[in-house]
């Protein structure tokens, strides 16, 4: 099929509303999906990348982030891991987050940090829109069944849309989220931040910020893979 019969196909209003699903069918015939680590035809993470990044040990790192008591990570955002945290954000996969949750639980059984609440960081929400999910929202409900630790997405927001931090620089990055969160009911609560990769760590001081600024009492933060 070509693509514009495929534009002239979706162009028909009435037949997309009579067929729910067409519209995603149609795309994914024309460009098929491709697994996020090997690249493999119709997967967006495949069964045999997935058993690997089964296989892959959890790490323990440790990063400092200004405003944040401790930050840790379950590896380097390199090979395997980075690949699927990939697919988890970009190429829908969100089946991947009971994987990636696992190791935060994994990481946290040797940390035993004492908190009150889980705190996904937010997404505008205009990525939330084209995402269709939050990938950190998706890891904190899986960590809160595994650890029975209530998560509270709503105790943090974000204000304003920002660019993507993958595409800037290190100053860039700070200034881009300067100000976007606030933060409400958070006095006297021990938090725990939920994220997919920290680099420079501008994202979750800034969550912390907002979150000590409504009188959290201490904040820490976890993250799947780290940078550097």
Known sequence: ????????????????????????????????????GCGRVDY???????????LLPVEYREHHVETV???????????????????????????????LAARLDALLTRQLLSVDVLVPVPLSGQRLVERGYNQSELLAKRLSE?????????????????????????VERNQNVEGAFAADGAHGLSVLLIDDV??????????????????????????VSASG
């Not at 650890?147 to 620089?169: D, F, M, W, Y």
């Not at 907002?210 to 933060?221: E, F, H, S, W």
């Open 1 to 36: 099929m070509s693509l514009l019969a495929v534009d002239n196909l979706l162009g028909s209003s009435s037949l997309v509303e009579r067929m729910p699903g067409l519209t995603a069918w149609l795309k994914d015939l024309v460009f098929p999906p491709t697994c996020g």
């Open 146 to 170: 595994a650890r029975g630790i209530s998560c509270n997405p709503s105790l943090l927001r974000r204000v304003r849309h920002t660019e993507k931090q993958a595409q800037l620089s290190g």
């Open 69 to 99: 008591d401790a930050v840790f990570a379950t590896g380097r955002h390199a090979g395997i891991l980075a690949d699927a945290i990939r697919a988890f954000k970009y190429a829908g996969a969100p089946q991947l987050a009971e994987p």
């Open 198 to 223: 920290v680099t420079t760590g501008s994202t979750l001081r800034e969550c912390a910020s907002a979150l000590r600024n409504k009188g959290a009492t201490a904040v820490y933060a976890i993250a």
């Open 44 to 54: 967006q993470f495949c069964a045999v990348c997935a058993e690997k990044l089964a």
